[in-house]
């Protein structure tokens, strides 16, 4: 059977970094560590209001990572500019609002309308494999699909939150989710809210051929460091 990739979501370590604006600890040795960890992917959100990552990061986990690098931004032109000049492996689109602690939801893709069409032929013309942050929601993701994007990313936060007699629904989405972008010829990715605890059922959805985790990750790297970290997850999503 088809591996899953890891990629690992290091704003976690800027996070904890910036509660003290200092220079520690410092997300782009986190990348390092992940990569020797495991991983197979360093994911990042550089926001538009560098609440976390700061450009400087970007640039680095750029020039240092040795696996695939994916950018996660919001359809910006500022964002568009610095993605085209970091070019990394993937970009992630999502939404983003300044009051939210994380991304919440996904885009909504009709309503972006133009700015998400023309955002996907830049950076596709720039050599980047472009992704769309959805809701396993079908009308968005034939939306995704008419809009050239090669990638979803689909959004597990309501499988992640789900309570008991919710949870077999929430999965059935995900997985007719993934099932139709697949048809469609899209790429899939999945993320939020996974931890060691409910990732399993997900690494059962066949199509997804990606995991972006982050917080409980770093949260388990507190205590038992950051390669082990990985290297634990990286075990758990073994098909
Ligand atoms: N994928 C996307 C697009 C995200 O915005 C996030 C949150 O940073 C993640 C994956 C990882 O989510 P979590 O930190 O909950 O694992």
Redesign the pocket.
């Known amino acids: 059977m088809n591996r899953i990739r890891l ?1 690992v ?1 290091v ?2 370590v800027a996070t904890i970094r910036e509660a003290r604006k200092t220079t520690e600890p410092d997300p782009v040795a986190a990348a390092m560590l992940a990569e020797q960890g495991g991983a197979d992917q360093i ?1 990042f ?1 550089l926001r538009e209001d560098r609440r976390h990552i700061q450009n400087r990061d970007a640039r680095l986990i750029m020039e240092m990572a040795q696996t695939l690098v994916n950018l ?1 931004m919001a359809a910006t032109p500022e964002m568009q500019e610095i993605a085209l000049a970091l070019h990394p492996d993937s970009v ?1 689109l ?1 939404p983003e609002r300044r009051e939210e602690v ?2 919440e939801g996904g885009l909504d893709l009709r309503r972006m309308g133009e700015r998400a069409s023309q955002t996907v032929k830049a950076l596709k013309e720039g050599g980047i494999s472009v992704a769309a ?1 959805l809701t396993p929601d079908l009308s968005q993701i034939k939306e995704a699909a008419r809009l050239g994007f090669d990638a979803v ?1 689909i ?1 597990t ?1 309501e499988y ?1 939150n789900a309570t008991r007699d919710e949870v077999e629904r929430t999965i059935m989405a995900v997985h007719d989710a993934a099932k139709a972008a697949r048809k469609f010829g899209m790429h899939v ?1 999945a ?5 060691y605890h409910n990732v399993h059922p997900i690494v059962g959805v066949a199509d997804i051929e990606e995991l ?7 949260s388990r790297a507190v205590f038992v460091g950051i390669e082990r970290a990985v290297s634990e997850m990286v075990q758990l999503i073994k098909r």
């Open positions: 990629g979501n704003d976690h994911t959100h996660e992630t999502v994380t991304t942050f990313e959004h936060g992640a990715h993320g939020h809210g996974l931890t972006n985790i982050g917080h409980s990750i770093i």
